[in-house]
Every structure is written in C-alpha cells, then in structure tokens.
C-alpha cells in the first residue's frame, strides 16, 4: 500500500482563487511528520509547510495552509489568493517516529505529486 | 548560508561509466540522503545516512553506492552506468530523523544515460 497518496495528477485555478491539493497518508504511528513541497520548472525542491500528528492546530505559512484531519489521515494543502509563480508540480511527504529499521529509518515517503498551473 | 550543495547540475554519460555526485552540507546535519526522481513516481530514496561511519540501502539501492567520512560530505557513486539511471537526483539534510524535522534539499542533478 502507499504510504502517501496524492489522487489528482493536474490541478487548475485562476489567479487569486483558492485551491487545494489533496493528500492522504497511511501509517500505523502515533508520532509522524506531514511536509508540503513544491518543485517549479527550474526543479529544485522548496519546503512550504509542516504538520506534527499531535499537532492539534493547523499549519498555516502565509498563503499556505494545512487542512488535517487526522481520523481521515488527510493533510490537504490549500493555497490561498493563487499567483502565477505558485504553478509548479507540489509534493507531500511523509516521516513517521517510532523505533525504526532499515530502510524505513528517517526516511521521507513522498506522493506522486500533483501539477498545479495557475491561469490569469 | 550555503544548506546543501549538490554538483554537478547536470551530466551525461554513457553505459557502463561511472561517476560520484558530490552532496555537502553545511547545518552539521547528522541525517543525509539520497533520492532519485522519475516521472509519476515521486521521490524514491536511495541510501541514507545517520552519522559518519554509518550508512545503509533505501528503497532502491542497485547501482548506487555511498560513504560517508564526514558529517559534512555524503557522496553518490554511480559503479555502472545503465540507461534505467537516467533520473534527476536530490541530496537531503536534516538535523534528525526525529519524524519533526524539515529536510532540506540540493537543487538536484540531473542525470542522463545513454
């Protein structure tokens, strides 16, 4: 089973609108992390946002938000007030706590990703 | 502040040569590993590290080898250069594998084989 699943390969919003990428995780943890990045065309992989699972609070980094539900495992990445430079392909990822073994150790899970491109 | 520098950009090689990708960090982040990107398959990790002196295989760990003789430098060799490596590469940092610890990326090499 996948760890992280990211259902919507295409995303499209114009200009100011909100949107959100859709995100559900699966683990057996109790202490795991939930990360948002995003990847433009020039490729690099920039951090946006994180949510602790005994966070009870929702993240927020200004125009990034985290909608967590925790008992439907979904950490869903709403983007308010949309600009052009947000299009780019966006990832969520996992780390799960716990005494952990071989190649599960520190390791980040990530989704498929979904392309997000605003119009104007 | 440098984070995680990773070189080259971008290479080309043919099969069966080798070559290193070059990670250094500069937060004295004991955590560092490698990931390989594909279309439609997110991020894979490759190998890790937790410390100098210690690594050991991620999820796709054929064809790739590491060490790790600083807290700083964390190289990716390549033994055996096959077409099925063509990926682009990204070295990541953190400070811990604490599962609340951001990782911090390099801007990615990417890689083709032919």
């Known amino acids: 089973a996948q760890k992280i699943t990211q259902t919507q390969p295409g995303m499209f919003v114009q200009e100011k609108e909100a949107v959100t990428l859709d995100c559900t995780y699966d683990t057996s943890d109790q202490s795991y992390g939930l990360f948002w990045y995003k990847q433009p065309s020039s490729g690099e992989m920039i951090f946006l946002i994180y949510q602790g699972s005994y966070d009870e609070q929702n993240a927020t980094e200004g125009r990034y938000s985290l909608n967590f539900q925790k008992a439907r495992k979904s950490a869903n990445l709403v983007i308010s007030a949309s600009q052009l430079g947000d299009s780019a392909m966006y990832f969520c990822?996992?780390?799960?706590?716990?005494?952990?073994?071989?190649?599960?150790?520190?390791?980040?899970?990530f989704g498929r990703g979904t392309q997000l491109t605003v119009w104007p | 502040n440098a984070g995680v520098t990773q070189t080259p950009k971008f290479q080309v090689l043919k099969t069966g040569q080798s070559m290193t990708l070059q990670c250094a960090q500069d937060m004295n982040h004991e955590y560092m590993s490698w990931y390989r990107q594909d279309p439609g398959m997110g991020l894979r990790l490759i190998h890790y590290?937790?410390?100098?002196?210690?690594?050991d295989q991620g999820e796709v760990p054929n064809g790739y080898n590491v060490s790790r003789s600083t807290t700083e430098d964390f190289p990716l060799r390549l033994l055996s250069a096959a077409p099925s490596q063509t990926s682009v590469y990204f070295c990541?940092?953190?400070?811990?594998?604490?599962?609340?610890?951001?990782?911090?990326f390099g801007q990615g090499t990417r890689l083709t084989v032919v």
């Open positions: 590290s937790v410390g100098a002196g210690i690594t």
């Open positions: 990541a940092s953190s400070y811990s594998t604490d599962p609340n610890t951001e990782a911090f």
């Open positions: 990822a996992m780390r799960e706590g716990g005494s952990k073994r071989g190649s599960t150790l520190g390791r980040l899970y």
